[in-house]
C-alpha cells in the first residue's frame, strides 16, 4: 500500500531535550516536506526536500533540522524543543514538477513540549 | 506572496443540507494549481482536487462539486446532501507551478464543518 508513515504519532517531552520524529515513504517520490498545523494558520511548511541530500527552509525554519540521506526517509528535528514547537506534524511527499504534485500526507505527530 | 483566505472558521448544518466552502486566493503567477483537502477528525489530510489555473471547468464529483472563478480568485467547494461522515475540517491550499519552488502548499486556516443527524 501507497503511504507515508510517520512516527511517533503522539510525543509529550519537555524542553530542551533533543527528539526526531521519522518519515517514510515507500512512493520512490523525490519531494518531502514537512509541515505544522496550528488553530486557525492552516498547515506551514518547515522544511522541504527535492531529492536526496537537497533540502531547503520552509516559511518556518526556526528551531528545526531535517536530512534526507536517503529517498524514502526524511526525519525532523528537534534539537531544543520550546513549548511554543507544541505542535501537530505533517509529513508529506509527492514526485516533482507541475502537473505531479500532489502532496500525499502522513498521519500526523502530535508533539506537546512542556 | 502566496496567500489563501478561507473566511468560514466553522459551519454547522443539518443532514441532508447542502455547505458551500468559500476560498479566496493571491498569487502573482499566471500558472498555478489549487487544491482542496479533508481532515476527518481521525486526523490525516485526504487529498480531495487538484486544479490547475488553466482550466476553469467546474467539476462534479458525487456529492462534491468545485467552482473556480479565475476573475474572482476564488476557488469555492460544494458539499450537496451533506451526510455526517462529511463532518471534517477542509483545507484549501495554493501551489506554484515553477518546478524551481518544489511542491509547496499555501494552506489557509481551514473551515470546519459539523454535520448534524
Known amino acids: 500500500e501507497a503511504q507515508v508513515t510517520q512516527n511517533p504519532r503522539y510525543l509529550i517531552t519537555v524542553t530542551g531535550k533533543k527528539l526526531t520524529v521519522t518519515c517514510s515513504q515507500n512512493?520512490?517520490?523525490?519531494?518531502m516536506s514537512w509541515y505544522r498545523q496550528d488553530p486557525g494558520l492552516g498547515l506551514r511548511q518547515i522544511y522541504y526536500?527535492?531529492?536526496?541530500?537537497?533540502?531547503d527552509k520552509g516559511d518556518v525554519p526556526e528551531g528545526y533540522k531535517v536530512s534526507r540521506k536517503e529517498k524514502r526517509n526524511f526525519p525532523l528535528i528537534l534539537e531544543s524543543p520550546s513549548p511554543n514547537q507544541t505542535s501537530l506534524y505533517f509529513c508529506?511527499?509527492?514526485?516533482?514538477?507541475?502537473?505531479?504534485?500532489?502532496?500525499?500526507f502522513g498521519a500526523g505527530t502530535r508533539l506537546s513540549v512542556l | 506572496a502566496q496567500k489563501v483566505t478561507q473566511a468560514q472558521t466553522e459551519i454547522s448544518v443539518v443532514e441532508k443540507e447542502d455547505v458551500t466552502l468559500d476560498c479566496v486566493y493571491e498569487?502573482?503567477?499566471?500558472?498555478?494549481?489549487l487544491f482542496w483537502y479533508k481532515q476527518p477528525p481521525s486526523g490525516e489530510l485526504v487529498f480531495l482536487i487538484r486544479?490547475?489555473?488553466?482550466?476553469?471547468q467546474n467539476e462534479i464529483s458525487g456529492r462534491y462539486s468545485w467552482n473556480f472563478q479565475k476573475s474572482t480568485s476564488s476557488f469555492n467547494f460544494t458539499i450537496t446532501a451533506s451526510q455526517v461522515v462529511d463532518s471534517a475540517v477542509y483545507f484549501c491550499?495554493?501551489?506554484?507551478?515553477?518546478?524551481?519552488?518544489?511542491?509547496?502548499?499555501?494552506f489557509g486556516g481551514g473551515t470546519r464543518v459539523l454535520v448534524k443527524p
Open positions: 512512493m520512490n517520490h523525490e519531494y
Open positions: 508529506a511527499s509527492s514526485l516533482t514538477g507541475g502537473t505531479k504534485n500532489i502532496q500525499y
Open positions: 498569487t502573482r503567477d499566471t500558472t498555478y494549481y
Open positions: 486544479r490547475n489555473s488553466f482550466d476553469e
Open positions: 526536500s527535492m531529492n536526496v541530500e537537497v533540502t
Open positions: 491550499a495554493l501551489s506554484e507551478a515553477d518546478e524551481a519552488a518544489g511542491n509547496k502548499l499555501t
